[in-house]
Antibody, heavy 117, light 107 residues
Framework: EVQLVESGGGLVQPGGSLRLSCAGS????????MSWVRQAPGMGLEWVAN????????YYVDSVKGRFTISRDNAKNSLYLQMDSLRAEDTAVYYC??????????WGQGTLVTVSS | DIQMTQSPSSLSASVGDRVTITCRAS??????LNWYQQKPGKAPKFLIY???SLQSGVPSRFSGSGSGTDFTLTISSLQPEDFATYYC?????????FGQGTKLEIK
């Protein structure tokens, strides 16, 4: 059974940093693109970033470019999102998802990030 | 960037009804369109890819159609478990944007 488990969310002050992790199991992690998608409270889904199987390609939505960095460690079956210079508008549930470069086949349960003073 | 617009934003229907949700892209995306279902407090579930191909395990009452800029998701006979929010997503170019969602509620 495919499982994706996010961790690392919490309360952080504006301008602060946070690192999210996503642990994958039940599938060949290194064979799939991995993505982050977020959902602000009561709002819709926003695609944030994705990363190729070997980490050689990464794409970001404009609103996080230069502030967020996606990475992965295939030896640990883990995906990461380093979030710096956080803003109030980054407050959301962050989901990791596996699939192709564009299709999000499986999703984790999400981790909540709250940016507030 | 490509903008995705869904209509309606919300919809009330009864069990057994046939419902259609529309998604429009701000430019042509060929058939690069996905659909997801999300229930309250849960992660989204992948339903349809390439505009009309059902993901494995998705009931056949779900279907998708369209190409270019206009797409539809149809549920042929609503079941109680189908009441949820539905999102389209363009898979044509990064950033792979979503529509704002359509909330399907019980009448």
């Amino acid at each position: 059974e495919v499982q994706l488990v996010e961790s690392g969310g919490g309360l952080v002050q504006p301008g602060g940093s946070l690192r999210l992790s996503c642990a994958g199991s039940g599938f060949s992690f290194s064979s799939y693109w991995m993505s982050w998608v977020r959902q602000a409270p009561g709002m819709g889904l926003e695609w944030v970033a994705n990363i190729r199987q070997d980490g050689s390609e990464k794409y970001y939505v404009d609103s996080v470019k230069g502030r967020f960095t996606i990475s992965r460690d295939n030896a640990k079956n883990s995906l990461y999102l380093q979030m710096d210079s956080l803003r109030a508008e980054d407050t959301a549930v962050y989901y990791c998802a596996s699939g192709s470069v564009t299709d999000l086949d499986y999703w984790g349960q999400g981790t909540l990030v709250t940016v507030s003073s | 960037d490509i903008q995705m617009t869904q209509s309606p934003s919300s919809l009330s229907a009864s069990v057994g009804d046939r419902v259609t949700i529309t998604c429009r892209a701000s430019q042509s995306i060929s058939k690069y369109l996905n659909w997801y279902q999300q229930k309250p407090g849960k992660a989204p579930k992948f339903l349809i890819y390439a505009a009309s191909s059902l993901q494995s395990g998705v009931p056949s009452r779900f279907s998708g159609s369209g190409s270019g800029t206009d797409f539809t998701l149809t549920i042929s006979s609503l079941q109680p478990e189908d009441f949820a929010t539905y999102y389209c997503q363009q898979s044509y170019s990064s950033p792979y944007s979503f529509g704002q969602g359509t909330k399907l509620e019980i009448k």
